[in-house]
């Protein structure tokens, strides 16, 4: 009886760290909130309407060595070539929150 109860027990713990924690989740919405205002405009789905093969899935973010919350950043912030730069329009903690918010959607396909 006393290893079903710790079996129980382990189980619970476990699946209450796997969820995902409250911090984690309002930051995940406020990127979503942020890239839907001033990126889905171009990058809807994580496309891109300009430029097709330079859209934000994970294989093209890879080749083109985007695929840290860093690189994504660096670009969110400077921009490049048709992508305007946002280091005037985001915060610094915004830029961070929406590139993080990219780099996961593209890890899940944009799903």
């Known amino acids: 009886m006393k290893k079903?109860?710790?079996?129980?027990?382990?189980?619970?713990t476990l699946i209450n760290f796997i969820e995902m924690p409250p911090a984690l989740a309002a930051e995940t919405a406020k990127g979503a909130e942020i890239f839907q205002i001033n990126c889905a405009g171009c990058h809807a789905r994580g496309g891109n309407i300009v430029r097709w093969w330079k859209n934000l899935k994970i294989g093209t973010l890879k080749r083109n060595k985007l695929d840290s919350v860093e690189a994504i950043a660096y670009l969110v912030k400077n921009g490049k070539n048709n992508m305007s730069a946002y280091k005037d329009r985001l915060t610094e903690t915004e830029i961070e929150t929406v590139s993080g918010y990219v780099l996961k959607q593209a890890e899940n396909a944009w799903r």
């Open 4 to 12: 079903i109860i710790t079996v129980c027990l382990l189980i619970f």
